[in-house]
């Protein structure tokens, strides 16, 4: 059984540039979801994806969108970067309809937006 | 406006010896509250959960306890391995198939042996 995997681990972006970040959901989920984690602070959920479609969102403007494609991999793009965007992205995978407890997590891509 | 706080940023602990990790919330519709572990260079990794119709849960070494009504859940490790050593999070949901947590900023536990 495969774990949750994301690419690249590193990343250096200038403002204005775009960015996008890929996950590979652990073996037999269908539900990823992507988290923002800024230093110092826990992770803040951006959005959820399920079935290939947006299945809730938090609090992040327009310009972050995401994807998830029939094999349930996913990625996060955002366009318009800000220095205040960069931080640790984390994705989460798990099977929808179980409990919250079984989200498996990623290590991380971590941003930096010069 | 932080929902979910962990006021102490960071706990030293000598190993053999009872860690408690403190958590508070402010939304009271918060009925389900996770905590998560992560060490470094690695994804935040699921360790205990409690649903708000308990005030208790224990597996093994952990147990989390919840006082619904100071809207405060605390962590217990009992006892504390050098292992332990790590950022924990606690995170809570309105609902437990939601898919929006609420994480707090995160506690280091530092185990000392």
């Known amino acids: 059984e495969t774990g949750v995997t994301q690419s690249p681990t590193h990343l250096i972006k200038t403002r204005g540039q775009q960015v996008t970040l890929r996950c590979s959901s652990q073996s037999g989920h269908n539900t990823v979801s992507w988290y923002q984690q800024a230093l110092g602070q826990g992770p803040q959920f951006i959005f959820q994806y399920y079935r290939e479609e947006e299945n809730g969102r938090g609090n992040f403007p327009p310009r972050f969108s995401g994807l998830q494609f029939p094999n349930y991999s996913s990625e996060l793009n955002v366009n318009a970067l800000e220095l205040d965007d960069s931080a640790l992205y984390l994705c989460?995978?798990?099977?929808?309809?179980?409990?919250?407890?079984?989200?498996?997590f990623g290590p991380g891509t971590r941003l930096t937006v010069l | 406006d932080q929902q979910v706080k962990q006021n102490s940023p960071s706990l030293s602990v000598q190993e053999g010896r009872i860690s408690i990790l403190n958590c508070d919330y402010t939304n009271s519709m918060f009925d389900y509250f996770l905590w998560y572990k992560k060490y470094p260079a690695e994804g935040p990794t699921f360790l205990i959960s409690?649903?708000?119709?308990?005030d208790k849960n224990e597996d093994g070494r952990f147990t989390v306890f919840l006082n619904k009504s100071a809207k405060h859940l605390s962590l217990h490790i009992v006892p504390s391995q050098p292992g332990d050593s790590a950022v924990y999070f606690c995170?809570?949901?309105?609902?437990?198939?939601?898919?929006?947590?609420?994480f707090g900023p995160g506690t280091r536990l530092s185990v000392l042996p």
């Open positions: 409690i649903s708000s119709i308990k």
């Open positions: 989460a995978s798990s099977f929808q309809g179980t409990s919250t407890d079984t989200q498996y």
């Open positions: 995170a809570a949901s309105v609902e437990d198939y939601g898919q929006n947590f609420v």
